[in-house]
């Protein structure tokens, strides 16, 4: 008899009720994604990624409350072509952003948990080249701002690199299930979910 399919997100760890490995889910999809909060509490693999985004896209943030600080404004403001950078880097950000990552290698027989390491890597690096792009944009108008002695130069970057950042590197459902169709574009079975969805630390996928 043949075991039953698996379609549920275990929270078991690897030393709760099996070797290694048996926490993986071969098959998860979005439907399994606890939520957003509810997986900071989980211990998985998307849990610790989300704590670690959630971190990172706090920081503009700050750096937006000092900028008075660190900003003498003039009464004059920038010249207009101190904002042309920014266009420039949000438009890199918004083209090159969304094609990371790279699909995956066709797929070859093997183990599900293969799948799961190698989707794990490439997706943690399409993740931080995302965020690098967008907080790129933000970043490029703090010295623009304090060369051109305007504040306004760094809130152009920051309202055209924030949203960026939000929607291109904070892994909510939709962001990872996008990132797992341009995984699988090349007919490889990335098994993201259930690598992303395993506890973190589980020797399977690590």
Same mark, same amino acid.
């Given at each position: 008899? *043949?075991?039953?399919?698996?379609?549920?997100?275990?929270?078991?760890?690897?030393? @709760? =009720?099996g070797p290694?490995?048996?926490?993986?889910?071969?098959? *998860?999809?979005? *439907?399994?994604?606890?939520?957003?909060? !509810?997986?900071? #509490?989980?211990?998985? /693999? $998307?849990?610790?990624?989300?704590?670690?985004?959630?971190?990172? /896209?706090?920081?503009?943030?700050?750096?937006?409350?000092?900028?008075? $600080?660190?900003?003498?404004?003039?009464?004059?403001?920038?010249?207009?072509?101190?904002?042309?950078?920014? @266009?420039?880097? *949000?438009?890199?950000?918004?083209?090159? =952003?969304?094609? %990371?990552?790279?699909?995956? %290698?066709?797929? /070859?027989?093997?183990?599900? @948990?293969?799948? +799961?390491? !190698?989707?794990?890597?490439?997706? #943690?690096?399409?993740? $931080?080249?995302?965020?690098?792009?967008?907080?790129?944009?933000?970043?490029?108008?703090?010295?623009? +701002?304090?060369? =051109?002695?305007? &504040?306004l130069v760094?809130?152009?970057?920051?309202? %055209? =690199?924030?949203?960026?950042?939000?929607?291109?590197?904070?892994?909510?459902?939709?962001?990872?299930?996008?990132?797992? !169709? #341009?995984? &699988?574009?090349?007919? @490889?079975?990335?098994?993201?979910? %259930?690598? $992303?969805?395993?506890?973190?630390?589980?020797?399977?996928?690590?």
């Open positions: 008899m *043949a075991p039953p399919p698996f379609s549920m997100y275990s929270p078991k760890t690897p030393g @709760a =009720g290694p490995g048996t926490a993986l889910v071969p098959g *998860a999809g979005p *439907a399994d994604d606890p939520g957003y909060i !509810r997986s900071l #509490r989980g211990g998985t /693999v $998307l849990g610790r990624l989300r704590a670690m985004m959630l971190v990172l /896209v706090v920081a503009p943030v700050l750096i937006l409350a000092i900028t008075p $600080l660190i900003v003498q404004n003039n009464d004059e403001g920038a010249p207009p072509w101190f904002y042309v950078p920014i @266009a420039v880097f *949000a438009a890199i950000a918004l083209i090159a =952003g969304p094609r %990371a990552p790279r699909p995956m %290698a066709a797929a /070859v027989p093997g183990p599900p @948990a293969a799948a +799961a390491r !190698r989707a794990l890597l490439l997706f #943690r690096q399409a993740l $931080l080249l995302r965020f690098a792009l967008a907080e790129g944009v933000i970043l490029a108008g703090l010295p623009l +701002a304090m060369v =051109g002695h305007s &504040e760094f809130l152009a970057g920051f309202a %055209a =690199g924030y949203p960026l950042l939000l929607w291109l590197a904070l892994p909510t459902r939709g962001t990872v299930d996008r990132m797992r !169709r #341009r995984l &699988e574009a090349g007919g @490889a079975e990335s098994q993201l979910w %259930a690598g $992303l969805l395993a506890p973190a630390g589980d020797p399977a996928i690590s």
